[in-house]
């Protein structure tokens, strides 16, 4: 009974302790989302697009989203959009997961992950490998598509680079009758330090 | 014994103020307000028949200027240096070459040192940047940098933030968190800044953008210029 009193306050102390600096405190570079530990997201707007060309119309005020809207509306003009990105060397790319909106009578949708890689002292052209896809067809409305990462890849800054590509459609026909039918939203990126406590930060000796 | 019977109740209303002082600050509750006037919402670039915008209540501070840039003045002495890239990094910044108009008519410069301007007559004078956050952490300024020459015009910025559920489609659920207004500079350089009620990043749910608002009419060239976006966060 003697001891139970200080006790119970030492705990209670300490689960104060706890709340106060919890959830919010942890100081590491990239964080877990809370009830997601050792996940990390990464993530644009559809206008961070870079159109691969001059003549791929867009719009974006169809809400207040910052969406992509494609806004080709007849044949002709590019439909090639990439959203180019980086990770930190070690880092395992899980999923890329692409959400928009997509009505009746507008252009499939072709996503791919890609990334581009050279060597490093040698002056070769790069090598695109196309890493994973996924295609957004017919009439959804809003849409959240998956391109699922195989677990051997971790980003090597060193020698490759990383884009989202989205294809919409062909030049031959229309993407879209009106603006807002045919839209990129967000773009997200997760994925997991697997070392996380030393991140691989033991160097050899040179 | 009679320590005893009082440092037990002294102890527990410690722990329930330690306790309701960390919940208050976890918490931190947002108060909301909804922009449905069409001329309020076209005057920021968004379709005035669409949506309504819900907007964080702006905070109120009272202070001076100087005051204020004193507080962040010291702030940052204390923060101290800060690995590139690293965790005492607690900002992020945009600038003129990350923006995009919202369409592919508009008419722009990013200048020789990437500045951000509009060309007279251009059919579009709004652009919006994509900025990454660190999760979890608490959104404090929004901080923007300008060259403004004109006392009739100017540029003003926003953040946004751009949540959908985590797994599936649906419409966006869009929140103005803060605006810094620059319509009245016109002395050149020029630094302002707004704080941001209480945000934490949430990359799961969540992207984040700041919106360039060039003023109307479009007479004006290189007279107004954004030069540089950054939001601060606290460690």
Known sequence: ?206 | MCNQRISTPIAGAIVLAALSASGTTLAGEREYEWITDPVQLEARGFNPDGPPLRRLVPASDTRSKEERLAERRAREQRAGSAEVGGPGVNWATVQASDFRFLSESALYNTGGNYYLSIEPGTPNRFADAPILLKDDRRLMYLDVWTHDTNPARGVDVALYEVCQPPFTGAAAEVTELAMVEGGSESGGNAFNWATIPVTYVDNRVCVYYVRAMFSIPVDYGDDVRLQKVRVYWNG
């Open chain 1, 1 to 206: 009974m003697t001891l139970a009193k200080p006790l119970m306050a030492t705990v209670a102390l300490a689960l104060a302790a706890f709340t106060g600096t919890g959830l919010r405190a942890d100081d590491i570079e990239l964080r877990g989302t809370p009830a997601y530990n050792n996940m990390d997201y990464v993530g644009w707007v559809g206008t961070a697009a870079d159109p691969s060309a001059h003549t791929a119309a867009y719009i974006s005020n169809f809400d207040n989203s910052s969406s992509y809207d494609c806004a080709n509306g007849g044949p002709g003009g590019s439909r090639l959009i990439r959203y180019p990105f980086m990770l930190p060397d070690l880092r395992q790319i899980h999923f890329v997961r692409i959400w928009g909106q997509k009505a009746d009578l507008t252009a499939d949708l072709d996503i791919r992950l890609r990334r581009s890689c050279t060597n490093f002292l040698h002056p070769v052209p790069p090598v695109m490998t196309t890493i994973g896809t996924t295609s957004v067809a017919e009439a959804p409305g809003y849409f959240s598509a998956l391109i699922g990462v195989d677990s051997t890849e971790m980003p090597d800054n060193a020698l490759c680079r990383y884009v989202v590509e989205v294809e919409m459609g062909s030049a031959a026909s229309a993407c879209a009758a009106y603006p807002g039918a045919l839209r990129i939203m967000k773009i997200r990126v997760q994925s997991s330090l697997t070392d996380r406590i030393f991140r691989s930060a033991f160097r050899e000796a040179f």
